[in-house]
């Protein structure tokens, strides 16, 4: 009787996988904390911190630093695991910065 040795392949455990193998990506989130998350990042990027008289900087006026954003980007960072996904909140946070730069929405120091 010969005995063979045969070679062992590489496990992918499941659990693990972001897209299973067909490409449906697995979500294990649910709703109510999708929608938290979209509230406060939309909440974050309206605060603004705005000055009564713009600064100037070397011919640069400076109306307003958007305090919100920058804690929104470390938010975002820290929470979300998936590479996918911070990618739609960071379109979300820039989008409702820019509006709200626009609108009067903020903190006037």
Known sequence: MVKTKTKSKTRTYARNRVVSRRGNEIINERDSVF????VTVVLLGTLWLKFRAPLDINGFLLTGIPAGTL?????VAAFEKIQMNRKIWYAILIVVTIVCYFIPAGIVI
Do not use: D, P, S
Not at 35 to 38: A, D, I, N, R, S
Not at 71 to 75: E, L, N, P, V, W
């Open 71 to 75: 804690i929104a980007f470390i938010f």
């Open 35 to 38: 929608f938290l998350k979209l």
